[in-house]
């Protein structure tokens, strides 16, 4: 099958998971320990269902919303995932540029791998940098610099990653915790000519981080052990405001009493997220927050949500709680591994589709329409 043949966001993930060697696909896909977490973002969205509204003129729909404040042509915002150069060549850039021509924000991983400057010039659009906090600080605060001269307009900071989560799949191939590949990884890679001929020979990099480090760090090692700083904290929130004169935005918390902390601290929006199941295996989902802090905060601050997103309904039913929107990680790289940009292209129309049938489905005609009353919620 071929990315133009994919009826859905699953048909891209078996594509994917064809033509990416077995470490690569893995490291998408799999999330942490038993992966509870990771099933439960799937089962959260099950658990609502729709009352729908009948008899209203559907005839014409707008998808377009306002996130963060500013027009974005669709609710979503394609998220930041590192690695991407290993799912395509030049993986971030394709995201970017998929994420420009949807008219949708996209956010950049620290640990990306096209370079800030070269992603600001060829992806022009709305653009956001995902920052851990490294212990040496002296790193995150370049990154942020260059960021702004590039006219980035967002800055994300990651909090759910004190210490890297047990992605025990990451560590059977050999990926984590330190790039030492497995003989069958190995092998399983020569498997795969296509990408060894477009991706492998490529060398893809850290680029962003390697040029902070400077020479002597083998920043393959560096990246995702030890390198972010456990000790980050409330405190340091505020430091950041005060470099960061652009939209601020606090990922990956889940209870009402952060949100109120982020608030207080300035921060402009939330991204309510349990990493893609990636971090603390059995902690809630970022739909199970939202009715808690939507409460909370709601009106004061833009809230956004991600963990499991795969079908257009699954955004209506974040929105009709309380969210501007909705982050995708997973689905728009399965787009990306199928089909370079023109696949991330094809996932974002699949769920701006289903999104859009979902309007119609429940007698809304926009965003605004979509409200609590429309959810129930199965035991
Ligand atoms: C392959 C992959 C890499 C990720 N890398 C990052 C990252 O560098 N920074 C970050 O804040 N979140 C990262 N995440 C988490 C995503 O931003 C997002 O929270 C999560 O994927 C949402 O769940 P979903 O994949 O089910 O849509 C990553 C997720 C995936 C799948």
């Known amino acids: 099958m071929n990315y133009r043949d994919a009826i859905n966001i699953e048909d891209l993930r078996r594509i994917a998971r064809r033509r990416l060697p077995r470490f690569v696909f893995t490291y998408v ?9 990771l099933r439960g973002n799937r089962e959260a969205f099950a658990k609502l269902q729709f009352r729908p509204r009948t008899l209203v ?46 008219g949708v924000p996209f956010a950049m991983s620290t640990v990306s791998m096209s370079l800030v400057e070269d992603i600001a010039r060829e992806a022009p659009g709305r653009l956001w940098l995902q920052a851990y906090v490294f212990s040496e600080r002296r790193i995150t605060d370049a990154l942020l610099r260059r960021a702004l001269d ?41 498997m795969h000519p296509r990408w060894l001929a477009t991706v492998a020979t490529h060398r893809p990099r850290f680029v962003n981080v390697e040029r902070e480090l400077g020479p002597g760090h083998d920043v393959n090692n560096f990246v995702g052990h030890g390198m972010f700083d456990p000790s980050f904290r409330w405190d340091d929130l505020k430091r950041f405001r005060d470099l960061w004169p652009r939209k601020l935005m606090l990922k990956g918390l889940l209870r009402a009493d952060d949100a109120q902390r982020a608030v207080a601290a300035g ?42 997103v795969r079908r257009g309904s699954d955004i209506a039913k974040a929105i009709a709680q309380g969210a501007e929107g909705v982050l995708l990680g997973r689905a728009p790289v399965y787009g990306l591994a199928a089909g370079g940009a023109a696949g991330v292209t094809r996932a974002i129309e699949i769920l701006a589709d289903e999104f859009d049938r979902t309007l119609a489905l429940t007698g809304c005609r926009n965003v605004a329409e979509l409200t609590a009353d429309l959810i129930a919620t199965r035991a």
Do not use: C, Y
């Open 29 to 37: 896909d799999s999330g942490a320990e038993d992966e509870i977490t």
């Open 150 to 190: 590039a006219g980035f307009e967002g800055l994300m900071l990651t909090s759910d990653f004190p210490v890297a989560g047990k992605r025990e799949s990451d560590w059977r191939t050999g990926l984590l915790p330190k790039q030492q590949f497995t003989l069958a990884t190995k092998l399983d890679m020569l």
């Open 57 to 102: 003129d559907v005839s014409t729909r707008d998808l377009s919303t306002q996130i963060l404040g500013r027009h974005s042509a669709l609710p979503i915002v394609v998220g930041p995932t590192g690695l991407n150069g290993l799912s395509w060549r030049d993986g971030d850039m394709e995201l970017a540029r998929a994420a420009s021509r949807a």
């Open 267 to 308: 921060v402009d929006g939330l991204v309510l997220s349990n990493h893609g199941g990636r971090q603390l295996d059995g902690a809630i989902s970022g739909i199970e927050a939202l009715p808690e802090v939507a409460r909370a905060v709601g009106g004061s601050v833009s809230i956004l949500i991600d963990g499991g």
